[in-house]
């Protein structure tokens, strides 16, 4: 992480941790089917622990559910401390729920 992305506190925003989080889970999501999806939800994030400048922050997608026209995808984000490397701790974990569109935005069946 950079320092643009970090608050008056010098952690980084939340919300920048949240944009990675909808990225990782919509490749996770693509990778089930080749159409385009869009953000429906992002259920219960919480976080745990700070990111710092520095920190090395890996984010792991699994797909836990597929519907009709949508995936949901759960994500893990981890930081390795720039300071302590390979020390690692969890800073958070979302549920995402991507749904298939078509060129007009109706939500088509993913596969």
């Known amino acids: 992480m950079l320092p643009r992305d970090t608050n008056s506190h010098g952690t980084i925003f939340g919300g920048v941790i949240l944009s990675h989080i ?7 999501a693509s990778r089930q089917a080749s159409r385009k999806f ?7 994030v919480e976080f745990i622990a700070p990111v710092y400048v520095g920190d090395v922050v890996s984010f792991y997608t699994s797909v836990v559910r ?7 995808v759960k994500v893990s984000v981890e930081a390795e401390r720039g300071k302590e490397p390979r020390h690692r701790v969890k800073v ?6 991507y749904v298939a569109i078509d060129e007009a935005g109706k939500a088509i069946p993913v596969r």
């Open 22 to 28: 909808d990225l990782a889970g919509g490749i996770a």
């Open 38 to 44: 869009v953000t429906r939800a992002m259920r219960e």
């Open 66 to 72: 597929q519907g009709t026209t949508s995936v949901t």
């Open 92 to 97: 958070t974990e979302a549920e995402v729920i």
